[in-house]
């Protein structure tokens, strides 16, 4: 599947999105990726689901190539509102939302402030916290960083990335938060963490965004059907039982990992089920 590439303006600036497929009678696929990096994670999964409608996936603003957020502390309400932008200057009325992790918390709000925009819901993985993890992660999970003469800015990058990877969360490096699957390839490593570097600054404003995201009391405002699934190693899949019960209408799944190609593709016919359905 080709993946093409692209831009458009907010008055932010530039936001990069990445699309590939076509309508095919389908509502258009509206990709939003997890923190911290990019949509480029998002780009296998584009490929499956791209062979029966259009997909596109931005860099959420202060991610990736994209630019940053306006407000040195934006909240949900305003990333589900980037997104309403996004969509009116790409001349989408329309579309169903696919979101992981922090975009699944974005997708909440889009579907609950421009109910109109939205037919149908993916959540693939959603953090459901605790009141205590909340403050513990908003004080430890994604720092506030900066370049500096050293260069730590680079060993601070690849370690946050490396050790995602060990540990969730990763600052809780023991054995009880041990995760329990095969390290990533030092490629795949590379390019996430090349994409936080570019955002160095402003990465950090997506995870807080989401934390302090009131999940539990606005699910239950989605009007539309919500497909909340997981993958096996996806240390957020508990909050698949947790945001199911919570929502209208919808379905659950737990799916193989994606990092095998039979693994994508089982993800990627759940989905289409789901829309399709």
């Known amino acids: 599947m080709q993946i093409d590439r692209a831009f458009v303006r907010l008055g932010e600036g530039l936001v990069h999105y990445r699309s590939c497929g076509s309508d095919q009678g389908r509502a258009p696929l509206y990709?939003?990726?997890?923190?911290p990096a990019s949509a480029e994670p998002l780009v296998?999964?584009?490929?499956v689901l791209g062979q029966t409608r259009r997909c596109i996936a931005p860099d959420t603003l202060g991610n990736g190539d994209s630019a940053a957020p306006a407000l040195d502390s934006p909240d949900m309400d305003y990333y589900a509102d980037s997104v309403a932008r996004i969509l009116d200057k790409l001349k989408l009325d329309k579309v169903d939302v696919y979101g992981s992790h922090t975009g699944a918390h974005i997708a909440c709000e889009l579907a609950i402030r421009h109910p109109s925009r939205v037919r149908k819901i993916v959540f693939d993985g959603i953090g459901m916290f605790s009141a205590e993890d909340r403050v513990d992660f908003l004080a430890n999970y994604a720092p506030r960083m900066q370049a500096?003469?050293?260069?730590?800015?680079?060993?601070w990058a690849w370690h946050f990335i490396r050790d995602q990877?060990?540990?969730?969360p990763y600052f809780r490096r023991t054995p009880?938060?041990?995760?329990?699957?095969?390290?990533?390839?030092?490629?795949v490593l590379h390019r996430i963490?090349?994409?936080?570097?570019?955002?160095?600054?402003?990465y950090h404003k997506g995870y807080h965004a989401a934390f302090r995201h009131k999940d539990a009391e606005r699910i239950p405002l989605i009007g539309c059907p919500v497909f909340c699934i997981a993958s096996t190693d996806d240390p957020l899949q508990e909050g698949v039982d947790r945001a199911h019960a919570l929502v209208k209408t919808g379905a659950k799944a737990i799916v193989p990992s994606e990092r095998t190609p039979e693994g994508l593709n089982k993800k990627g016919a759940a989905v289409v089920a789901?829309?399709?359905?």
């Open 31 to 35: 990709m939003i990726h997890a923190s």
């Open 193 to 202: 963490v090349v994409d936080v570097l570019k955002s160095l600054t402003t």
């Open 165 to 168: 990877m060990l540990h969730f």
């Open 274 to 277: 789901f829309l399709d359905s």
């Open 148 to 155: 500096d003469e050293f260069g730590r800015q680079f060993t």
């Open 176 to 187: 009880a938060f041990r995760r329990d699957q095969p390290m990533a390839s030092p490629e």
């Open 44 to 47: 296998g999964l584009m490929g």
